[in-house]
């Protein structure tokens, strides 16, 4: 538009060239409409085709199915919270796996709230026609991403699967340009993670040359913590040389976090968060557009939708509040339908058993005995009687039970169940045929069923299961008692973390505790509880690292001990990664069909999990990215000085410093799960 360079006098004239110069700059400040990147589906259909390695083993639902129409209530639910100011959402829909379906959007953190609107609205259109009865698919925008899988994914590092867009035009000076990239890029991450707004998002401009100027833009998804943030970027950043080195622009999405750089404004020039440099001039000399000018014409605007957007929080706050009461009121009958909707009748549990045949018999724990059982549809189920010696009241251990059950992950056993009648208390779970890995691990003649690649995805699928626990599930869980014999494996191998007997249940500021009856099983406790009762997230960290080395060398850490003259199994491991022959450990069942750099990946990760100090052992979620992805790396572990001696050592030395410590203590060759305890 050409500005009009004589002054008319007349008012009317002044009137319509004030709204042609608005009509100007809201041109210019407007956003364009949302491009397609590229999408990716559970399948490994369409563009970026490929299979992530986080899908799970049953990715297509049925038409018409109840998955569909979650999912149709999820894309719907997305849309209309896509005016959320911070441009992000996320959500889940249905009650029970397999038809659980999580989503979320997000945003580029400088578009308004129609043009994020538009995109995610088209982003939910596009993705159900691009991958047809897909289970997990991802979209990318220009101005957003949106995703949904039936597995929750929220508030975890996932860098798979991802896609790098480059320019087509090749930049001057690349050896230069790509280290400007890199030094603005990684100051980017560093702001994006600590930001502390909300939106996980930073914007910069470097000059290149005299008339070029480096445009970037960074962002996470707003649910990660700052470390995971900044984990998400530096892989992303890393992935620039395979995708777009040396070029003018290039854009790099994961599924949670995504960097663009280009040399020319793409982004809202006024949603940075640094102060802007003087106005331009373009080659003839002339200013563009005044800045201040920019300011006088769309202040007003902004007061107005923040006056706006203030009220209507406000309205919704006292709404809420009167809400609240009610709720209350709706959780309780809520509870009372969860148990009914759990319960089974004790005679339906004798029919299934066979009257709790010792035929019917597959297991015996500290809880009591396992009994496989079939109901009168078919389906096979696992009956856990647990012993009449709990002290638990009926109506404790029904809410316990209703709290468990609302645990849901592929890597968790799935509860669906509870009986209770007189003394007997029962717990019905799904059945599953390998039973547990202990029986196959540690047997002669059926451990060669666990060739490398089953024992890989043993050990991922027990991690994840752990970092459900711990980070994903409505409840931070502490776990307690985990251990070859409680992961069971269904009929594709895949892990199951089982048995919550001993597990608590943590508030969301606790970081540990200290309990005065050390109950769990010898050769997985960590040191800290072993010896003073003090247990936390890092308590089962531990207990995953002893799991790992006994998955990886197929000996059981309780006896290796007695089998190799006083030397334990944490100390075999130690010497051998020291003296730099680590894959010495490995079961020699294995043969030479396994991936070297995936095992001496497991063994270091292992290694740093069984570190003396919890403070010293990673995160879960730490564990498992490390595990998913070659990019990630962990510190060097150091020599863990708690060896596991004879049994009758440790249970001496526990002893003792119970004594000391007027502590009870329950520590024997099995779990003593007796009753549910998840406090």
Not at 48 to 61: A, E, I, K, Q, V
Not at 194 to 206: H, L, M, Q
Not at 207 to 221: D, H, I, K, M, R
Not at 643 to 655: A, N, Q, Y
Request: with cysteine; glycine share 6%.
């Amino acid at each position: 538009m050409k500005q009009r360079t004589e002054r008319d006098s007349s008012s009317v004239s002044m009137n319509f060239e004030l709204l042609c110069l608005l009509g100007f700059l809201l041109t210019l400040t407007s956003e364009a409409a949302p491009t397609f990147y590229n999408h990716y589906c559970g399948s490994g259909s369409g563009s970026g085709s490929g299979r992530s390695p986080n899908f799970t083993s049953n990715p297509t639902y049925q038409s018409n199915s109840t998955y569909q129409t979650n999912l149709n209530s999820l894309l719907a639910s997305l849309i209309s919270n896509a005016t959320n100011i911070n441009g992000f959402y996320n959500t889940t829909t249905g009650q029970s796996p397999p038809d659980v379906v999580y989503g979320l959007f997000l945003c580029r953190g400088d578009v308004n709230t129609s043009t994020c609107q538009e995109c995610v609205a088209a982003a939910a259109e596009d993705i159900v026609h691009r991958c047809p009865l897909e289970k997990e698919a991802y979209i990318w925008y220009d101005m957003c991403l949106l995703r949904y899988s039936n597995r929750s994914f929220f508030s975890r590092v996932e860098i798979v699967p991802g896609t790098g867009i480059p320019d087509r035009m090749n930049v001057t000076e690349p050896g230069r340009f790509n280290q400007l990239l890199a030094a603005t890029l990684n100051e980017l991450a560093s702001r994006a993670a600590s930001d502390y707004s909300g939106k996980k998002f930073a914007t910069e401009e470097k000059e290149f040359t005299s008339n070029q100027t480096l445009y970037t833009l960074v962002q996470c998804t707003p649910d990660l913590s700052e470390a995971g943030c900044s984990v998400c970027l530096q892989s992303a950043i890393g992935s620039l040389p395979q995708c777009c080195s040396g070029v003018q622009g290039g854009t790099v999405f994961v599924p949670t976090c995504f960097l663009r750089f280009e040399m020319y404004p793409f982004y809202g020039i006024n949603t940075t968060d640094r102060e802007r440099s003087p106005p331009a001039t373009n080659s003839k000399g002339k200013r563009k557009v005044s800045s201040q000018l920019i300011i006088a014409i769309t202040t007003p605007a902004v007061v107005s939708l923040l006056l706006l957007v203030f009220g209507i929080h406000f309205l919704r706050r006292r709404k809420a509040k009167e809400k609240k009461s009610a709720a209350e009121e709706e959780n309780v009958a809520e509870m009372i339908t969860d148990i009914q909707s759990l319960q089974f009748d004790f005679s339906i549990i004798e029919a299934a058993t066979n009257n709790f045949s010792a035929d019917n018999k597959i297991g015996r724990g500290g809880f009591g005995d396992v009994y496989k059982g079939k109901l009168y549809n078919g389906l096979e189920i696992a009956v856990k009687r647990l012993s009449r010696s709990s002290g638990q009241g009926a109506e404790e251990f029904k809410n316990e039970v209703v709290l468990i059950a609302k645990l849901q992950h592929r890597n968790l056993v799935r509860m669906l169940g509870f009986c209770v009648q007189g003394e007997e208390k029962i717990l019905i779970y799904e059945y599953l045929p390998n039973k547990s890995l202990d029986n196959i691990l540690f047997d002669p003649e059926e451990q060669g069923q666990l060739y490398w690649s089953r024992r890989f995805k043993i050990i991922l699928g027990i991690g994840r299961g752990i970092l459900y626990l711990h980070e994903d599930s409505r409840l931070r869980i502490i776990h307690r008692d985990l251990k070859t014999s409680n992961i069971l494996l269904d009929k594709d191998m895949n892990a199951k973390i089982s048995d919550f007997g001993l597990a608590r249940i943590f508030g969301a500021d606790k970081t540990h505790e200290i309990t005065r009856r050390i109950a769990g099983t010898l050769g997985y406790m960590s040191p800290e509880y072993a010896l003073r009762g003090r247990f936390s997230v890092k308590s089962d960290v531990f207990s995953f690292g002893v799991l790992i080395l006994e998955i990886i060398s197929g000996k059981k850490n309780s006896s290796f001990y007695e089998l190799h003259s006083g030397e334990s199994l944490m100390s075999y491991a130690w010497r051998h990664w020291s003296e730099g022959t680590p894959l010495e450990i490995l079961d020699p069942t294995l043969g030479n069909s396994y991936s070297k750099p995936e095992v001496t990946r497991c063994i270091c990760i292992a290694l740093s999990c069984v570190q003396d100090d919890p403070a010293d052992r990673p995160t879960m979620a730490l564990v498992v990215l490390t595990l998913s992805s070659l990019q990630i790396t962990i510190p060097s572990p150091r020599r863990p000085s708690y060896f596991l001696g004879s049994s009758t050592d440790l249970r001496r030395e526990v002893s003792d410093q119970s004594a000391r410590n007027s502590m009870p203590s329950s520590v024997n060759e099995v779990s003593v799960t007796e009753s549910l305890h998840p406090r």
